[in-house]
């Protein structure tokens, strides 16, 4: 990613005071971050989510954003989302391009933002497309190739005007695996446990009920 310029530090500043008068938000956990090779995991509820993770992390903390291509249709919106880092990714497809540029983008000392289950899980009911949420292995196979820290991030779910957002950075996650890349089956089990750790932040499963304990 470019160093900002005045543009970005303008879009910065007027979209985060207008996205904190309709969706007031609550920062906790942040003094937990390293400054670079972040790979920022949340749960994802809204399209609201990247934006407002975007703009109440440093002015100056590099980063860079996976988002579906969907958003990137709409001019205006896709224009913000780029402004703040983001790049598209083709879903259900073997997008080899995201792929590159979220690898070079660690490698390059950025930090980046994944939803680890790839699409929205609307009202926090724990489903997409009538199917139960979970994990891609995409993302512990990018933080796996990259050495990136891992840390898991909660969302609150529904989005309504005016009312309080929590956004909450867990612990960063060392992920453990066998020989330089793992294997398939423990990608998936880290993927597994990066989205775990970020409900459970939120006191939810992933299923989206309360955590049981």
Same mark, same amino acid.
């Given at each position: 990613?470019?160093?900002? !310029?005045?543009?970005?530090?303008?879009?910065?500043?007027?979209?985060?005071?207008?996205?904190?008068?309709?969706?007031?938000? @609550?920062?906790?956990? &942040?003094?937990?971050?390293?400054?670079?090779?972040?790979?920022?995991?949340? !749960?994802? /509820?809204? !399209?609201?989510?990247?934006?407002?993770? /975007?703009?109440?992390?440093?002015?100056?903390?590099?980063?860079?954003? &996976? /988002?579906?291509?969907? +958003?990137?249709?709409?001019?205006?919106?896709?224009?913000?989302?780029?402004?703040?880092? /983001?790049?598209?990714?083709?879903?259900?497809?073997?997008?080899?391009?995201?792929?590159? @540029?979220?690898?070079?983008?660690?490698?390059?000392?950025? !930090?980046?933002?994944?939803?680890?289950?790839?699409? @929205?899980?609307?009202?926090?009911?724990?489903?997409?497309?009538?199917?139960?949420?979970?994990? $891609?292995?995409?993302?512990?196979?990018?933080?796996?190739?990259?050495?990136? @820290?891992?840390?898991?991030?909660?969302?609150?779910?529904? $989005?309504?005007?005016?009312?309080?957002?929590?956004?909450?950075?867990?612990?960063?996650?060392?992920?453990?695996?066998? *020989?330089?890349?793992?294997?398939?089956?423990? &990608?998936? $089990?880290?993927?597994?446990?990066?989205?775990?750790?970020?409900?459970? +932040? *939120?006191?939810?499963?992933?299923?989206?009920?309360?955590?049981?304990?």
């Amino acid at each position: 990613m470019k160093p900002f !310029n005045r543009l970005f530090i303008f879009i910065y500043y007027v979209v985060g005071f207008i996205a904190s008068l309709l969706h007031p938000t @609550t920062v906790e956990g &942040m003094e937990k971050l390293p400054k670079s090779g972040v790979l920022l995991c949340p !749960n994802h /509820a809204s !399209n609201w989510d990247p934006i407002l993770i /975007a703009l109440k992390l440093p002015i100056n903390f590099r980063l860079r954003i &996976m /988002a579906k291509e969907e +958003l990137f249709k709409n001019p205006l919106l896709g224009w913000l989302l780029r402004k703040v880092g /983001a790049f598209p990714v083709s879903r259900g497809n073997n997008d080899i391009s995201s792929i590159k @540029t979220s690898i070079q983008s660690i490698k390059d000392g950025d !930090n980046l933002l994944i939803f680890p289950e790839g699409t @929205t899980i609307h009202n926090g009911i724990g489903f997409a497309d009538g199917l139960p949420a979970h994990a $891609k292995s995409g993302v512990a196979m990018i933080g796996v190739r990259t050495g990136a @820290t891992l840390v898991p991030v909660f969302v609150d779910g529904e $989005k309504k005007l005016f009312h309080r957002t929590r956004i909450i950075f867990g612990e960063p996650y060392e992920p453990h695996y066998t *020989g330089r890349r793992g294997t398939s089956e423990e &990608m998936q $089990k880290i993927a597994d446990d990066i989205l775990e750790a970020a409900y459970a +932040l *939120g006191g939810q499963s992933v299923g989206g009920g309360p955590l049981c304990k």
